[in-house]
């Protein structure tokens, strides 16, 4: 039960809609230019993720697939025509020196993408939630300890030791390394604002008299306490993923991430560093990409949270 939901029930008044109704933020959002035009861009690379075997079908490449027909082996390998070999055979141009399909690879590197870090903040949500909730319910030893792993992972700085952790660690299967050690060093953030919300909760009104009426201590945290920090916690995961997104492709950039021939983005950048000067849309493409996918998930994330401000202020 949420807060105002209880209140409304305590004075005798009818049962609304809740401020913070999907249906009020979804207004909100539709009205907003940026929200808009972020879900768009959003959407259509979710689409080339989910249908990026039929995009290597319709061109003919796959994302691995070298066409040494598109380069020029006498310069080196510089693809063909201008803008990096974009025509109606590759409409984003080729990689140098091999000739393989820059669209089928980003389509192919989005899915990489997004899979990582979809995956790493729904962990980081379950490990934040369910750590932060016992902290701040039963508090005493559970908080203390809680607490104390949160100050020793928050203590690192993270970026260092995730080289450090991937760099030893053999190959294996990469994506789920790199989700289980983005995950290990994010979960405390939400956590500690989980915890610290679950303390403000506890001896609320309606937790009281929830526990005064006999209601178990899964009934408590699951239908009092946990109803409440919904905004939140849409909010900060929402905001968690573009994070995550940007964590992957540094990862890969710097050799530690996705290892080839697995197309990684921040993988084609680093492969484009040596190439910007001939072949400046080989670095501009999958760079474009990742920052527009970053400050798409940034500004649907921060309107998110403004949607769900204004309804609590109202």
Request: charged share 10%; proline share 6%.
């Amino acid at each position: 039960m949420t807060v105002a939901a209880h209140s409304q029930q305590v004075a005798g008044a009818p049962a609304t809609p809740p401020t913070t109704s999907g249906r009020r933020v979804a207004g909100a959002l539709l009205h907003d230019r940026a929200a808009v035009l972020s879900s768009a861009f959003l959407a259509l690379i979710v689409l080339m993720a989910i249908c990026a075997p039929l995009i290597s079908l319709i061109i003919g490449h796959g994302p691995n697939d070298f066409d040494t027909a598109a380069v020029d082996t006498d310069l080196g390998g510089v693809p063909h025509g201008p803008l990096g070999g974009i025509s109606a055979e590759h409409p984003l141009g080729v990689e140098p020196q091999n000739g393989r399909d820059i669209l089928a690879r980003i389509a192919y590197g989005a899915r990489v993408s997004l899979l990582i870090a979809l995956a790493a903040t729904a962990l980081t949500t379950l490990l934040g939630v369910v750590l932060g909730l016992l902290a701040g319910f039963y508090q005493g030893w559970a908080d203390q300890v809680i607490c104390r792993v949160m100050d020793f992972l928050m203590a690192f700085p993270a970026l260092i030791f995730m080289i450090a952790i991937l760099s030893s660690l053999p190959q294996g299967n990469r994506p789920v390394l790199l989700v289980v050690v983005i995950s290990v060093f994010g979960w405390p953030y939400l956590a500690r604002v989980v915890r610290g919300q679950t303390m403000t909760l506890v001896n609320r009104e309606f937790v009281e008299a929830a526990r005064a009426s006999g209601a178990s201590t899964g009934s408590l945290v699951f239908k009092e306490i946990l109803p409440n920090l919904r905004s939140s916690l849409i909010v900060m995961t929402t905001l968690a993923v573009p994070g995550y997104v940007g964590t992957e492709a540094g990862l890969s950039f710097l050799g530690v991430g996705v290892t080839p021939p697995t197309p990684s983005w921040g993988q084609m950048i680093a492969s484009s560093v040596g190439w910007y000067a001939v072949d400046p849309m080989y670095f501009a493409i999958p760079g474009t990409f990742l920052f527009l996918t970053v400050l798409s998930l940034t500004v649907l994330g921060d309107r998110l949270r403004a949607a769900f401000d204004s309804g609590e202020a109202a």
